[in-house]
């Protein structure tokens, strides 16, 4: 196990989420941590010194051009002190600075004056994370050795929704200090899921989101999946170091990127992705809320309201007809990979869990109840039951990123078993 940080480095740029930073600084020094916080000139717009200070029980430091503060502890020293450098928020900016080794303030001057352990939390718009130049700059940045802790995703302070929150304080503490639950990028550190790698070498297929089966040109049968669980376990598995193909249904919020990804939109083009690619891969994890029944047929013009469809006519009757079970053909498969299903029940939701796992042939099941509020489809949190043939392992309500690791920990360990 890789030690505990104690003096940690927390550097504050200038994004919203910086008015989080005096939390964190609290959840870093309830487990003992000494914080030192630092911020740059824009931080100082969303969070004050004061709050940073009452909270750490230190000066903040602000500024390389301080003679005070730098005759105290100078820049080079305040590195050196340092066990870690976490730097939550950091901005488009900031990740960017960092990437290229530009040091215009004292955060980045720090970054490239440490040789301790650094993490960042990125926290910026969602069109920012995804934009190609920032992607080029989270690489460079991974490729130096820096842990990428989030971004997490949902509901944005602009009003998009997409990836780019900054993760909670507490999974920026736990990952900090290595309770191994907010595994992110692979590094220095023995404790996170990342940088134990226990998905090395490992070929996964995941699929996400929901399936529409289309009615006519313009309408269609769906459900609420918004893919966020998918995303969070192809997310997962990628940072434990397993090469990751994603099959997505049709969302809106933006899937990770750096990942492979085949977009599709009904069922059955699901079901032929999978079928084409599964051969090519030691897991699969069934995310993706595929929908059981499409119409049987689907009109060429879109259907029109007619005299036979009055509601004292009868009203319009759809015939659907059965789906391909995706994931019982991938465990049907002659040399089948490891098989991972969710299951989205309302009510007796072991019971439930535990006949699918027999009947499709799971090797595990993730059961969440989808009528707790909260939790399941569309919102960030999930809480969920894995189960196996001899096993059950309850999680209770935690971020979909927390879950997904939880998750992909149990999928190395089935791996590991199988040998
Ligand atoms: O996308 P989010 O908004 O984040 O929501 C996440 C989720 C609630 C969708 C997810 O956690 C979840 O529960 N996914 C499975 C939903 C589902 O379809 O459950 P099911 O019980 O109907 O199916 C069981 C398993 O069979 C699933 O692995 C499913 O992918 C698979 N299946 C189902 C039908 C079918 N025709 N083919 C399949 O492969």
Redesign the pocket.
Known sequence: MAKQPKNILLGISGGIAAYKTPQLVRDLTAQGATVQPVLTRAAREFVTATSLQAVSGRPVRDSLWDPAAEAAMGHIELARWADALLIAPATAQCLAQLANGLAPDLITTLYLANTAPVFVAPAMNQAMWSHPATQRNVECLRADGVQLLGPGEGDQACGDVGPGRMLEPAEIAAAVLGDGTAGHTPDTGEDNIGSEQPLAGVRCLI???PTREALDPVRYLSN???????FALAEAARQAGAAVTLVCGPTRVEPPAGIRRIDVIS?VEMHDAVQAEVANHDVFI?????A?YRPATVAEQKIKKTAATTERAGGLTLELVE?????AAVARRPKPPLVV?????TERTIEHARA?LER?KLDLIVV?D?SQPGI???GDD?AATLITRDSEEALSRQS?TLLAAAVVRRVAALLAERG
């Open positions: 699929t996400a989101g609420r999946s918004s893919g966020k669980q998918g069922a069934g995310v993706a809320a595929v059981d789906n391909p079970d995706i994931i299903g969710f299951a989205a029940e699918k499709k969440n989808v399941g489809f569309a999930n979909k």
